[in-house]
C-alpha cells in the first residue's frame, strides 16, 4: 500500500456493480455478517457504493416457474430499497443521486435484476423494476430464456446450444423497452450472438457487468476480441470482475487461485484493446467472487493500489471505479426523456 494509492481511494466513488444477497432468509441489512459484502465491511474497505442483485435462477418456463422468478425478483428489490435509511446509507437511481451522496459522506445503495426471465413475458414489469430503483437488467443468466440464448445452456433444462439464434422477438422487445424506461441493458451471461444484436439494437450503450476477457482465460462467460471492440464500437462497458475461473485458466494437475494481480491483468488487456473510457470494475461477492487480495468489500483498497502500482492515475482510478458507469447511467436516463 502506498499513501498515494490511499489518498486516491478515499477520494474516488468506489462502486462496485454487481453483489449478490443472501435470499429468501437475507442477513441483518446494517450489521457484521459471514457474507463478503456488508455495510461494516464496505466502510472499512473504502467500498463507497454498491449495486446488489436481484437474482432470479434460470428454471422452468411455465407458468409457475415464471410467476415465482417474477415474484422473488420484485421481492428482492423491495428488499434491497429497504436497506437504505437516507442516512448513512442512501438508496439511489441516478447518477446524480449517486454523486450526491458520496458527497455527503454516505454509502449509496443500488439495485439490478439479473435474469430477465423475471419479467415472465410481460414488458410493463420492466416499467415496475425502474420505478423500484433498478437501473440494469441482465438478460440472461445461465441457461437460455425467452428473450436470449446464454453463454452456458443448461442442459438438465432440455436446452440446446442456441435457441433463439441470439435475441429473441421478445428480446428485442424488451430492449427497446429497457431503452424506454431508463434501464440500462446488461450483457454479462448472454451468449456472444445475444451480446452482439443487443448492442446493434439498444440505443444506449450496453454493459457487461462483471465478464473478464477471454484471450486472457478461455471461459465462455467471458468477452473476446470482437466483442470487447464492440463494446467500443457503441459506446459500452466491460466491468472486469473478481472470479476466480474468469481470471486465470485451470493448469493441469491443479490451480492456484487468482489474485488482485491476474485482475489488474484482465484491466490493462482491456484498456490497452479499447481503451479506458469503456472498462469499469466489480466483484460478484456472495454470487462467487472474491479473490486473494479482494476477498470481500474490506480489502477494497488492494485493488486500487495495484491498479495505481501499475501507473493509474487518480482521473482513470475515477473512470474505472465509477466514472465510466456513471456516463451509461446518465446516457439511460436522458434517453428516457
Known sequence: MTTTAAAIHAATLT???????????????????????????MLRGGLKAAVFIAYTPQGRRDEEGLITASTRAEAMLRHIRGRADDAARRFCATAGELEAAHQAGALAVLSAVENANAM???????????????????????????LADA????????DAEAEHGGLSALGRAAIREMNRVGLLVDVSHSAKSSMMQAAELSRVPIVATHS???????????LDDEQLDMLRAVGGLVQITALDAFLRPAPQGGKSPATVKDMADHVDYAVKRIGIDHVGLSSDFDGGGGIPGWKD???????????????????????????????????????AQ
Open 15 to 41: 462502486l462496485d456493480t454487481h453483489i449478490d444477497i443472501r435470499w429468501p432468509d437475507p442477513p441483518d441489512a446494517t450489521g457484521e455478517t459471514d457474507r463478503r459484502v456488508d455495510f461494516p465491511k
Open 120 to 146: 415472465a413475458r410481460d414488458l410493463s414489469k420492466l416499467t415496475l423494476w425502474r420505478d423500484l430503483g433498478a437501473i440494469y437488467v441482465t438478460i440472461t443468466h445461465d441457461g437460455h430464456n425467452d
Open 151 to 158: 453463454a452456458r445452456p443448461k442442459p438438465d433444462l432440455g
Open 212 to 222: 473478464c476477457c477471454r484471450a486472457l482465460c478461455d471461459h465462455p462467460r467471458n
Open 297 to 335: 468489500a474490506s480489502e477494497t483498497l488492494n485493488l486500487t493500489t495495484e491498479l495505481h502500482h501499475r501507473g493509474y492515475g487518480a482521473r482513470e482510478l475515477d473512470l474505472l471505479w465509477s466514472g465510466n458507469f456513471r456516463r451509461l447511467m446518465r446516457l439511460a436516463r436522458k434517453a
